[in-house]
């Protein structure tokens, strides 16, 4: 039992230091791809490196739901891998070790990974969601230029939402220009323009979005009846401090939306349909996508064990590789559930059963010493991914 003891928090040690790594070297990854969106926003809208700050802090429950899962794939792995690679495997197998005994550390630090990751998609990513809500809103409030991006459809001021494909920071000029105005109680405007200019007034709150060759479209929700007018030039005022909404009146999105509120909605049973649909299927994502920490790191166990003749290097892009199978899964899932003809549940959790039946297929096979051979393509994959970032390193 001693021994168990030892072997089970030697392993387990061994995870802490590939996990770091890789967690530290995988969010930072991520967080580069803001890094133009907040270049942007401190040249062009003058934002506070305070308010840039709070964004980036914001923004890393969203990207660590998903590197939680790889880094503990990726650590198993290469302990796993270098373990073999220096004969340990063979020496604990020669002391009367089975791999079967190797397995509690395997899971317990899997299910550490669970629980961290659960914490992430269950509170901290609803709550980082809409904290970058409210903080767009806020950053809305001191500049209209920065309620505007590009190929967005910006959303930030209340009562209107805004999409231009294109804003010439300099002179102004919009282009491909759509504005839905709901701010008359029962009318919504919709306006289209291909062209137009964004107008600051003196007060410096008070802005007016000019069109150019558009058409309006206004629909009266208590008739349902519908106008359209062609225009040559069409102004749209917007005060900021009236269209900058307070926190009390800033309505939740699906996604920013906790689990209990989640199945309150669902519970609530609303007419849409589609809407219904893919809140079900955030639900079942905020906790097939923790759990698949112990199915990927399953699955890493009898793929590190076995690859005694790859490299350590190696053992990234295997984490990679296998971990953009369960992602490409996972994205199959929502693009079928959001149809309606396939199960969300189904769904969300099938990438776990794929990836789950494969580990036990590779650790009993491991375990009768008949190893799985990593299919060709596999390797070859590998091997690319390997010279991408070798090139990097150049």
Not at 130 to 154: H, T, V
């Amino acid at each position: 039992m001693k021994k168990a003891n030892i072997i089970t928090w030697y392993i387990f040690r061994q995870f802490l230091s590939p996990f770091a790594i890789t967690l530290f070297f995988l969010t930072f990854v991520f967080l580069m791809m803001r890094i133009p969106a907040i270049t942007n926003m401190v040249v062009n809208y003058n934002a506070g490196l305070s308010s840039i700050g709070m964004m980036l802090v914001y923004s890393l429950p969203v990207f660590l739901k998903y590197t939680f899962p790889m880094s503990v794939m990726i650590s198993v792995l290469i302990t796993f891998m270098r373990m073999s690679q220096e004969n340990e495997i063979i020496a604990l197998k020669g002391a009367g070790v089975s791999l079967y005994r190797l397995l509690p550390p395997v899971l317990v630090f899997c299910a550490a990974g669970v629980a961290l990751t659960l914490f992430f998609t269950v509170f901290a990513e609803p709550w980082a969601k809409f904290s970058i809500k409210k903080k767009s809103i806020e950053l809305a409030k001191q500049s209209i230029d920065a309620a505007l991006q590009e190929r967005q459809f910006n959303s930030g001021l209340a009562g209107i939402m805004v999409y231009v494909s294109h804003v010439d920071v300099k002179t102004k000029d919009l282009t491909n220009i759509f504005i839905e105005d709901r701010r008359t109680k029962g009318v919504v405007s919709i306006s289209v323009a291909p062209s137009g200019r964004l107008i600051q007034h003196r007060s410096g709150h008070i802005y007016t979005i000019r069109l150019f060759n558009g058409e309006i479209n206004q629909v009266n929700m208590d008739d349902n009846s519908v106008n359209n007018i062609q225009f040559g030039n069409y102004d749209i005022n917007i005060d900021l401090d009236e269209a900058g909404s307070s926190n009390s009146t800033i309505a939740r999105e699906l996604d920013e939306r906790n689990i209990k509120d989640l199945i309150a909605y669902i519970r609530s049973n609303p007419g849409d349909r589609a809407a219904l649909n893919a809140a079900v299927m955030l639900m079942h994502e905020k906790l097939s996508i923790p759990f698949a920490c112990l199915f990927l790191g399953f699955l890493a166990f009898p793929l590190g064990v076995q690859s005694v003749s790859l490299r350590k290097s190696s053992g990234f892009g295997m984490g990679v590789f296998f971990f953009l199978v369960y992602y490409c899964l996972l994205a199959l899932g929502w693009s079928l559930g959001e149809t309606g003809k396939y199960p969300p549940v189904l769904g969300m959790w099938l990438p776990n059963f794929v990836i789950g039946c494969t580990g036990i297929v590779f650790l009993v096979r491991n375990a009768n010493e008949k190893p799985v051979p990593v299919p060709l393509f596999v390797l070859n994959m590998l091997k690319i991914i390997k010279k991408i970032f070798m090139k990097k390193k150049i």
